[in-house]
């Protein structure tokens, strides 16, 4: 069972990494859509177990700036509850870690 306490913060805390990519970097509009459709974690489940780097996550790796991307937000020790072992070694791998 999730804990919805915390999936919450972890949509708000997504929420507000896409405010700041917004501002500093690019408009991730694929989420931004799917997030308005399924909600941000379970948008973040989606993206991070494609095969393939998503662009979103390229652009950021291009800027600098993989601070500001779901599979960072997901290896967070506070969040790894929310994701499966498989997930979170996906993101360490994206990640270089």
């Known amino acids: 069972?999730?804990?919805?306490?915390?999936?919450?913060?972890?949509?708000?805390?997504?929420?507000y990494k896409v405010q700041l990519c917004i501002k500093d970097v690019y408009r991730p509009q694929y989420l931004i859509n799917?997030?308005?459709?399924?909600?941000?974690y379970i948008a973040a489940k989606k993206l991070i177990t494609k095969p393939e780097n998503t662009e979103g996550f390229?652009?950021?790796l291009l800027e600098g700036?993989?601070?500001l991307s779901i599979e960072n937000l997901v290896v967070?020790?506070?969040?790894?509850l929310l994701f499966s072992k498989e997930e979170i070694r996906m993101c360490k791998q994206r990640l270089g870690r």
């Open 1 to 15: 069972m999730i804990d919805e306490e915390l999936k919450n913060e972890f949509e708000r805390n997504l929420s």
């Open 34 to 40: 799917l997030a308005a459709e399924e909600g941000y």
């Open 58 to 60: 390229t652009k950021l």
């Open 65 to 67: 700036r993989v601070d």
């Open 76 to 80: 967070q020790p506070e969040y790894t």
